[in-house]
């Protein structure tokens, strides 16, 4: 695999995505990507850029000092993003807000091109992604902009990640906003997401 995908968890509850190419460290890929992650030295010695791992395979590096990083904190699944080289797609939690990093929720537009009733209790809600493409992992939820009513709904992707036909399976709640949209909901309706 020549890149994967490095999703960045920060505190305030946004996430952002970044594209790590095979070797790069993750607070390369992050730079590239215009996110300012936390850092002083980028040389593993000051532990500015010390985040938690929750998931992926990873290279830790040893160019760096155990004052930046003592074992204990390596067995606990912290890392120094100026020196975890990613092994696979890799979730991280960033400890800082997104608007300190200089980063915002990435929204797109999409086009309903199907809303079909799965059994009683779902609907399953199909899009086309104006543009490109979202990047998420499994499990991945986006906030859907219920149209007309002012708000929005969470929802996990049922869709596979890169594709531009994203779709969701929405639980029916009697009198819920996202139920009583999709009862008039018609294929070409354009809706937010974020």
Known sequence: MSSYNIALNFE??????????AGEKVLDAAFRARINLPMDCS?????????????????????????ALTDDEKQSGLVLTCQMVPESDCVIAVPASSTACKTEQSKFTATVTKVEKHNDAAVVLE??????????????????DVPGSGQHRSYSFSSLPGESKICFLIKKISGGVMSTWLESAQPGNKVQLT
């Open 127 to 144: 899009m086309n992604v104006d543009g490109t493409p979202p990047v998420f992992l499994a499990g991945q939820y986006v906030n859907i």
């Open 43 to 67: 040389d593993g010695v000051c532990g500015t850029c010390k985040c938690r791992a929750e998931s992926g395979r990873y290279d830790l590096g040893d160019d760096y000092i155990e004052d």
């Open 12 to 21: 305030d509850g946004v996430t952002r995505f970044v594209e790590c190419k």
